[in-house]
């Protein structure tokens, strides 16, 4: 089946060709399957990017640090933890246990 082309040249707000929309699709504003698809990757880490900006960072479990927050998995849980803490246990300088005696906190 063909489709028929509407009269009005737009404008690609992926690669800024211009292009001839189809009549099935009015509000088509991409000209191929290949800018339509980058043009949904885009909105899709735009949308991840601002709901991180949204979610508050939180305190480090550890230390109580709230500049940067790193996510940490142990035993199927997630801590969150501030770079120096994250470091220490991932690079086997400390467990988590041992931090929170460290920090008075556990």
Do not use: W
């Not at 997630?78 to 246990?89: G, M, S, V």
């Amino acid at each position: 089946m063909e489709h028929k082309k509407l009269s009005t040249i737009r404008k690609c707000t992926i690669c800024g060709k211009d292009f001839h929309p189809v009549v099935t699709s009015i509000n088509q504003n991409t000209c191929s399957y290949k800018c339509r698809e980058e043009k949904n990757r885009e909105r899709s880490r735009n949308y991840a990017r601002e709901k991180r900006m949204k979610t508050p960072l939180g305190k480090c479990f550890v230390c109580g640090y709230d500049k940067a927050i790193d996510i940490h998995h142990e035993r199927g849980r997630e801590y969150k933890l501030c770079p120096n803490c994250h470091a220490r246990i991932t690079r086997g300088y400390s467990t988590l246990e041992e931090l929170l005696k460290e920090h008075n906190r556990g």
